[in-house]
């Protein structure tokens, strides 16, 4: 059974809004607000941490060697710190090579006897040398002999999980009356040498640009970050992926002469600690360093990965990791958010919508991980999360769609049946009835017998016809009797008046003894009935006249009335036969009748009156648009 036009759409509408649309979007208005308040930041960093290590491997950047001094090394030299001397004369070595730049990322700003004097004189003479400090906790100077021009700073800024994930290029702060304006020791490693390949460099408060590159500055919400502290220039750092990321040769390597020249010469060398005793080392989650736990790299690694990964943009076009702006990141969750609505309301099936939930998640997915190849650091958790959220919520939204469509099948069928049988019994049940009466009353002749059989015939074979309609019409009509149909959509008092004008023309007994037959159907706004609700009132009407036709003995007088008094609708059926009121079992009628009252919220009775007579009425209530069935 199928429902009006008008009633689908309001359903529609009522249903997307209340189970879709409102449970997507407060759970859209939720994850933006868990990513808001930081909440999702870790799992952010874990997925972006993943990503990276699942990167193909890179080649190794030969224009980067690192001099790792190792626990060989330290042997060797007897102590540890390094003495001066031994590192003077490693310096002075790796100078003979010819390097565009060294790095010594080994503080040395208190002498280590032996040779501090020589390791002075060689900060002086190499030019291209560039040394450490630390500027903020635990100040620790730059060695005494080497000018400003070539000091850098070796600061950090570990994420609150201690994984290093930024690299700090560029600080400025006050001290005493001066502005003091600070360049990282990796960054002046690159400047250095991209000088040498003729690389021009610009840097102020707002950017650093190496020719046409410029760096991607952080901003507190850059990619997975939430209100990050990113004071100073700072740069996302891009890990070099794969096992072999530089070449490493040890300090005894260098001293010896066992290193390949071309390996140094217009080279960026960088020396540091490779000792695991030392323990000079950096929490990562990207890469780690070899005989260390994963997730522990050297300090001098981490100084060429920020090397490598500046000059590798300029130079290769290597991508440096940005970001979206907050806009662009938030219309992109929103735009996931409603396009697990979407489908949601696409499909209906569960296991479509499982289906669904893997297929793109994978999209999502690998989308988000090229974009990483590429450079972009994109919002992978919330909007993941949001998609997943949609669609569990969706999921359970089919099993309860499911539910309803399986209900209304069975209510559909049911009132097929209902009608079927309000067919049958307002029809041919009634013929048979009066057939029968007859019959045992011996009131028939054979050819009035074989009249009425024939008219029984016909009233079943339109029982047929009917449930035909009954499939295939948009349930604007009602069907009686004799193939009339009736248009539900005009007033209801046009078609109550038609019912009683059809029903008292059939041939029942106590019809042909009426005398008086009054009616009054006045016109009132029914706009508030629904066609279902039409329908049942007037199989209501032919119910309660058919039975007077059959049970009111000696009726001679009719009323039928539908009107409105005091905000209830009143549609009465009076006689003044007898026996009308005298079934004490509840017939089907009956059941439908108050099956009835009850869906219109009002009621039914039939009670007989004084001294004769039986009262049928119906009664509802003046409301705004009632709905069921």
Known sequence: MRYGFVKKIKEEITFNRLVIVLPGFV???????????????????????????????????KRILIVGI?????RNSGNYPIPDRKIAELLRKLQTYQPAVI?????????????????????????????????????VNPPPSSPPERVGFVDSIPDDDGSLR????????????????????????????????????????????????????????FGGYVRADT???????NYRSGKERFRIVSLNDIISGKVNADWIRDRIVIIGVTSPSIKDVIITNVTSSKKLTPGLVYGVEIQAHAVSQ??????????????????????????????GIVFGRISRSPLKNLLAVGFISVILIVISYLLLLWGWWIPVVPTFLIFIIDRIALGLTSFYQYDLALKARISDRQQLIDSTFDAIHNGPLQTLAKLLRTVKEKDLTPDNILSELGYLNQELRAIYEFMQRQNLSEEHSLHLGNNLELNLQV?????????????????????????????????????????????????????????????????????VTYTLKDDWYILSITDNGQGNCHLKNEGRGT?????????????????PLSPKGTLCQLTWPMKKRLWFW
């Open 231 to 237: 004071g100073g220039i700072q740069i996302l750092l």
């Open 591 to 607: 059941q439908q009748s108050k099956n009835l009252a009850r869906h219109l919220r009002g009621k039914f009775q039939r009670v």
């Open 166 to 221: 930024r690299s700090l290029l560029q600080v400025w702060y006050e001290k005493g009356d001066n502005k003091v304006d600070k360049l990282s020791f990796t960054l002046k490693l690159a400047r250095t040498y991209l000088l040498t390949q003729k690389i021009s460099f610009n840097n102020d408060s707002r950017k650093i640009k190496f020719g046409t590159i410029e760096l991607p500055r952080l901003h507190p919400n």
């Open 491 to 559: 007033p209801l008092h046009e078609i109550l008046y038609q019912v009683y004008s059809h029903t008292l023309e059939r041939d029942l007994p106590y019809f042909k003894t009426l005398k008086f037959k009054i009616r009054t159907f006045d016109i009132i706004d029914d706009q508030s009935l629904s066609i279902e609700q039409k329908q049942g009132i007037c199989r209501f009407l032919e119910e309660a006249l058919c039975n007077v036709g059959k049970h009111a003995q000696g009726v001679t007088r009719l009323v």
């Open 310 to 339: 500046i000059i590798s943009a300029v130079l290769d076009g290597r991508p440096l990791l940005q970001s979206w702006s907050d806009k662009w990141e938030y219309l992109w969750i929103i735009a996931w958010g409603i396009l």
């Open 103 to 139: 790095g010594l990322d080994i503080f040395r700003d208190l002498p280590v006897e032996p040779g501090h004097a020589e390791i002075i004189a060689t900060f002086k003479e190499i030019k291209n040398l560039v040394a450490i400090e630390k500027i903020f906790s635990e100040n």
């Open 27 to 61: 759970s859209i208005s939720l994850i933006i607000i868990a990513r808001l308040t930081g909440v999702l930041q870790p799992l952010e960093w874990l997925v972006f941490d993943r990503f990276l290590r699942l990167r193909p491997s890179e080649p190794i950047d």
């Open 70 to 74: 190792n626990e060989q090394d330290i």
